[in-house]
Nanobody, 111 residues
Framework: VQLVESGGGLVQPGGSLRLSCAAS????????MGWYRQAPGKQRDLVATITSGYTTNYADSVKGRFTISRDNAKNTVYLQMNSLKPEDTAVYYCTINSHYWGQGTQVTVSS
C-alpha cells in the first residue's frame, strides 16, 4: 500500500489550501480515509475522517473550515482547508484505517 500526499505549502492567515492523497495497491473504496496532523513537539491529532459511505467526522478545531472528500474512481482523498490560522501549521498525514500512513506534507500558515 502506498499513500502520497501533495498540496501543502506556505499560506497567509485566512487563506486556503487543498491537500490530496493518492492511494495505490489497495481497494480504496472499502476503507475509512483520514487526515491527521502533527505540530512540532505535539502528538499527532485527528483532523477529519470519511467512511466508505461518505460519512464525515471532524475535529472541533476545524469544523466549518475544513472539508474532507473522496473520489473512489481516482483512489484519492482530499482535504479542503479554508480560513487557515497559524495554529493549523503542522505536518498533515493521510491514513487508511489509521493503519497505513503517507509521508506527510507540510502546511505553514504565517504572514
Amino acid at each position: 500500500v502506498q499513500l502520497v500526499e501533495s498540496g501543502g505549502g506556505l499560506v497567509q492567515p485566512g487563506g486556503s489550501l487543498r491537500l490530496s492523497c493518492a492511494a495505490s495497491r489497495i481497494t480504496f473504496s472499502r476503507y475509512v480515509m483520514g487526515w491527521y496532523r502533527q505540530a512540532p513537539g505535539k502528538q499527532r491529532d485527528l483532523v477529519a475522517t470519511i467512511t466508505s459511505g461518505y460519512t464525515t467526522n471532524y475535529a472541533d478545531s476545524v469544523k466549518g473550515r475544513f472539508t474532507i472528500s473522496r473520489d473512489n474512481a481516482k483512489n484519492t482523498v482530499y482535504l479542503q482547508m479554508n480560513s487557515l490560522k497559524p495554529e493549523d501549521t503542522a505536518v498533515y498525514y493521510c491514513t487508511i484505517n489509521s493503519h497505513y500512513w503517507g509521508q506527510g506534507t507540510q502546511v505553514t500558515v504565517s504572514s
